[in-house]
């Protein structure tokens, strides 16, 4: 699977949009984008994964640009209850076997009042 | 559906003492994992099943071990127990199939410290 790279932390806003950029160049043709997130030490939390169109679901939109090489994932309207590491993850389509995900280090996100 | 439960929450032990960390899913996954997370780290994959009776090694296998007898539960064994393994284990669990955004479902984790 490709490697992605994510700034360490941002802040943001609560009421504002929060963008979490990933870089992921090496991305191939048949592996998506996922983003998890890990709110204070639970269990990550999937959020939403994409190919290659823009993908929005009722926590976030996630863009993804035309050369697949980087994506940003948007919280239109953060709240205090966003504040969490974000994990951006570069996997293989459907391979009719266990999808391992490989975690980095992700991005803490911060929302401040 | 109470998703995927892990046992014990928290667990201090004794260098080369045994445990088994136990995880539940009632939600008729096939595939489950066992990860673990170190401060300010990310989830590596321990071991992972892909059915009952079906397990494989994942990035950091050494010094655990897994069963899968039923389609529910994926115990995960530390045999003699190191301070390397203090560390917080997460169990998951997923359907795959080509329809499905292939999620994976954690649990709460268990809390280990190796002293």
């Known amino acids: 699977d490709a490697k992605t790279t994510q700034p360490p932390s941002m802040d943001c806003a609560e009421g504002r949009a929060a963008n979490l950029p990933c870089n992921h160049s090496?991305?191939?043709?048949?592996?998506?984008v996922y983003w998890y997130r890990q709110i204070h030490s639970q269990g990550p939390q999937y959020i939403i994964h994409?190919?290659?169109n823009n993908e929005t679901n009722e926590m976030a939109s996630l863009i993804i640009t035309e050369d697949r090489k980087s994506s940003t994932l948007i919280l239109p309207h953060a709240t205090l209850r966003d504040t969490a590491v974000y994990y951006c993850?570069?996997?293989?389509?459907?391979?009719?076997?266990?999808?391992?995900?490989?975690f980095g280090t992700g991005t803490r996100l911060q929302v401040t009042l | 559906n109470a998703g995927v439960t892990q046992t014990p929450k928290f667990r201090i032990l004794k260098i080369g003492q045994s445990m088994t960390l136990q995880c539940t899913q009632d939600?008729?996954?096939?595939?489950m994992y066992w990860y673990r997370q170190d401060p300010g780290m990310g989830l590596k994959l321990i071991y992972y099943?892909?059915?009952?009776?079906?397990?494989d090694k994942g990035e950091v296998p050494n010094g655990y071990n897994v069963s899968r007898s039923t389609t529910e539960d994926f115990p995960l064994r530390l045999e003699l127990a190191a301070p390397s393994q203090t560390s917080v284990y997460f169990c998951?669990?997923?359907?795959?199939?080509?329809?499905?955004?292939?999620?994976?479902?954690f649990g709460p984790g268990t809390r280990l410290t190796v002293l």
């Open positions: 998951a669990s997923s359907y795959s199939s080509p329809r499905l955004r292939d999620e994976q479902f």
């Open positions: 090496t991305i191939s043709g048949n592996e998506y």
């Open positions: 994409g190919l290659k």
């Open positions: 993850i570069v996997r293989a389509a459907y391979t009719g076997t266990a999808s391992k995900l490989t």
């Open positions: 939600m008729n996954h096939n595939y």
């Open positions: 099943s892909v059915g009952a009776g079906i397990t």
